[in-house]
């Protein structure tokens, strides 16, 4: 590292009250207004911040932007502080920063983890050109109980996926030249661990889970994150089995530095720390700053208590002189690769900003990223896709005309005169945009006086009906946690009212989350996934509505049946008494009175304009040799009549273990373009090490014996056959 020794000569140098202030990050009150002032310490002042930027108290601001003011304090730290150390700046660029990307759940549905580089990527260097160096993103919360908001910031319910997606998002962000490029910002993967584990759905609620699920399910996208070189972690604000995660030591330093070997910084969810009160793990704040600090988290956001007590607790013994170095090291070994003790200012002025912020590139890229992320669920009828002429649609319902909520949740900083509207998408892509009429039918939560008589009179005029209905924006994400996941009433009553005048109607969903469908929506003769697509949203919907994209997209998380399934993921496990799917009623099995307990959609589904059927499972042996391989095939036809662009997913399910297993799981997965009438054979190569699990010791472990493999559409259906892994003679599994 070519500034070890400048960074050994700092810590030297340093008191330890400057020590404490490069481990505290407060909200940057210069460049994000209107700011609420903490009458205790003045820290949303500016003008106190610059004197605590001065007496070096202070060493990184987050979610303040912009090149011109970014210069003007960096210039306040690297030339009238003592030390002259550079500020660290950091922002939530959690699905782009100018140029507003899909949320990174419908991102998920694209599958494509060369989409999600490529718009981390971007993302990145309008985050790097506006004067920042760390993304608190990518969220690597494995989405299992679809109630908790915040699933909407991360990549679905499977482990792969996401394992994929962090990889993708963390390298994106930080790009293939190093973290000095200019182009670079630091990822933060995050939450650390389990947030997304929250009982019922409940935000910031308690977690209690079993050793093989944090290890199997929660935590492998974190160790995904650091394999792909991310230098920041950030803590999460649950506990973990009784410890809260911003205190707990064996996360954070036993499994995340000793297993992982991690080498960045640990940076506390806003007042985490100081939240081990409220916890009931730490007495006061001094308690709270030792406790934290201890277990491993360097660098405390927004609560001042490292700077208020990490001095006095190394005074007094607590903690001790080589932890509290050992932290600085790690933020300003950051730093450097950062490359900011080479140029504090990484280049950027306000030309550049003003060139890659919000670029032509960006906003195709983000029309693109939105198509792709596009779920087609039902499609009866063909009624999709829909005519650009001789064709008279009408456009129902609160998010017919609306721009409010096209980004989703988590933005702050996108160029609001550049959100695209359905109505805007659909005018542009109509050969006779006359025959368009909008009706909003409905609010969101509440009814619209005169709403739907006036919008059954546009369906009573119209041959289509495109009903553009869900959640909104505010009803994902961080806190947003709700008891049932469906549409809300006085859009279900919309959707009845629409059905019973007989008109084909095309549902279009908008939605941070898997819904539970029913009545009209359900039924309704098409259906569709549209998310939060981003700024180009009414483009990128068109595009597919019209045909001029297929859909491609397919469901990151399982749509239940009902809400009261939740938590609910694919991989599920068989249980010992198995309901039989194909079976109505059956007694003293694992099951719902109301309901079966599969998805209505299931993970990885959606359908094409074509027509993708399945042949059998080719083998070449039903053996898999302990040190060797086994390629699994599949001839994929399109029976269609347009091009299909299918993803073929191979799961597997070990049948016997010395733990119990999920039913399925997915291990792979591989695009495939098919003309109508066009087939395609399809290979994929299984090792041995793909099938194992955390087995009891807590280790990672692969057992011989009859494997089930599915190639498939999606997780409740494909073609299926077995075979069995030869082990090694001499393994036991310890019964
Ligand atoms: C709280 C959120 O949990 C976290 O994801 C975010 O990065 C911080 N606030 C900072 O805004």
Redesign the pocket.
């Known amino acids: 590292m070519r500034h070890r020794e400048r960074i050994e000569a700092l810590i030297a140098a340093m008191t330890i009250e400057e020590k404490a202030g490069q481990l505290n990050l407060l909200a940057d009150p210069f460049r994000w207004l209107p700011m609420a002032v903490n009458p205790l310490d003045g820290t949303g002042d500016p003008a106190r911040v610059t004197t605590l930027i001065r007496e070096g108290k202070v060493g990184s601001l ?2 303040g932007i912009g090149a011109k003011a970014g210069r003007e304090i960096q210039r306040v730290a690297v030339e009238e502080s003592r030390l002259k150390i550079p500020l660290l700046f950091a922002a ?1 660029v959690v699905h782009g920063l100018s140029t507003i990307f899909p949320v990174p759940l419908a991102e998920a549905a694209a599958f494509d983890v060369e989409l999600a580089y490529r718009t981390a990527r971007a993302a990145a260097v309008e985050t790097a050109a506006s004067a920042v160096h760390q993304t ?1 993103a990518p ?1 690597v919360d494995v989405a299992r109980d679809q109630r908790w908001g915040r699933n909407v910031e991360g990549g679905g319910e499977d482990v792969l996926l996401n394992n994929l997606l962090a990889t993708a998002r963390v390298r994106g962000f930080q790009g293939d030249k190093g973290l000095d490029d200019r182009d670079a910002v630091l990822a933060t993967a ?2 650390m661990a389990g947030y997304s584990a929250a009982i019922g759905g409940v935000d910031y609620n308690t977690t209690d889970m079993s050793e093989q699920t944090l290890r199997g399910v929660f935590l492998p996208p974190f160790k995904a994150s650091v394999d792909a070189g991310s230098l920041s972690i ?1 803590s999460a ?1 649950n506990d973990v089995n009784g410890i809260p995660a911003s205190g707990n030591r064996r996360l954070l330093t036993d499994i995340l530095r000793g297993e992982w070997g991690f080498e960045g910084f640990v940076v506390s ?2 007042t985490s720390e100081q939240e081990l009160i409220a916890h009931g793990f730490a007495e006061d704040g001094r308690d709270a700053a030792r406790l934290a600090f201890q277990a491993g988290v360097d660098v405390s ?1 927004v609560s001042g208590l490292y700077m208020e007590h990490l001095p006095g607790l190394v005074q007094s013994g607590e903690v001790s002189m080589a932890r509290l170095d050992e932290a600085v090291r790690r933020v300003l070994t950051v730093k450097a690769a950062l490359g900011l003790f080479d140029d504090p200012y990484r280049g950027t002025d306000e030309r550049r900003e003003k060139a890659v912020v919000g670029s032509r590139e960006h906003i195709a890229l983000s029309r693109e990223a939105g198509r792709k992320s596009i779920v087609l669920l039902k499609n009866d009828g063909d009624l999709l896709p829909l005519k650009k002429s001789g064709q008279r649609i009408a456009l129902i319902g609160p998010f017919a005309d609306d721009v409010d909520n096209v980004w989703g949740p988590w933005t702050i900083w996108g160029a609001p005169e550049r959100r695209v509207s359905l109505e805007t998408g659909f005018r542009a892509a109509m050969a006779d945009p006359a025959l368009l009429t909008i009706a909003r039918g409905s609010d969101v939560e509440t009814p619209l006086a005169g709403g739907i008589e006036a919008a059954v009179a546009a369906a009573q005029g119209a041959d289509i009906v495109v009903l553009a209905i869900g959640e909104s924006a505010r009803m994902s994400g ?1 806190a947003q946690s709700r008891t049932e996941i469906v549409v809300p009433a006085p859009q279900q009553a919309l959707a009845e009212a629409i059905a019973a005048t007989g008109k084909p109607v095309v549902v279009l969903l908008r939605n941070g989350r898997a819904l539970a469908l029913s009545g009209a929506v359900r039924n309704a003769p098409a259906l569709v996934v549209s998310w939060f697509l981003g700024e180009q949203m009414g483009h990128a919907v068109a595009d597919v509505l019209f045909g001029d994209h297929g859909p491609t997209g397919r469901l990151p998380v399982s749509f239940p049946h009902r809400s009261g399934q939740q938590p609910y993921s694919y991989d599920r496990k068989t249980t010992g008494r198995p309901a039989d799917p194909a079976l109505e009623t059956q007694e003293y099995v694992s099951r719902y009175r109301e309901t079966p307990n599969t998805a209505l959609y299931a993970f990885g589904y959606g359908l094409t304009y074509g027509q993708a059927t399945y042949g059998e499972v080719e083998m070449a042996s039903a053996e898999l040799p302990w040190a060797g391989h086994l390629e699994v095939a599949i001839t994929v036809t399109n029976t269609g009549a347009r091009t299909a662009e299918e993803l073929v997913q191979l799961y597997i399910h070990d049948r016997v273990a010395s733990l119990t297993q999920p039913g399925r799981l997915l291990k792979d997965f591989k695009r495939v373009s098919l003309r109508p009438g066009e087939s395609k054979r399809v290979a994929f190569t299984l090792h041995p090490s793909q099938l194992g699990f955390i087995g009891a010791d807590e280790r990672y472990r692969v057992e011989p014996g009859l494997f089930d493999v599915w190639l498939a559409p999606h997780a409740q259906g494909g073609s299926t056959a077995t075979f069995r892994l030869v082990g090694p003679p001499s393994v036991s599994d310890g019964r």
Do not use: L, P, T, V
Request: aromatic residues 30%.
């Open positions: 987050f979610n939530d608190y969220m995050k939450h950030m604000f969810d806003y956001m961080e």
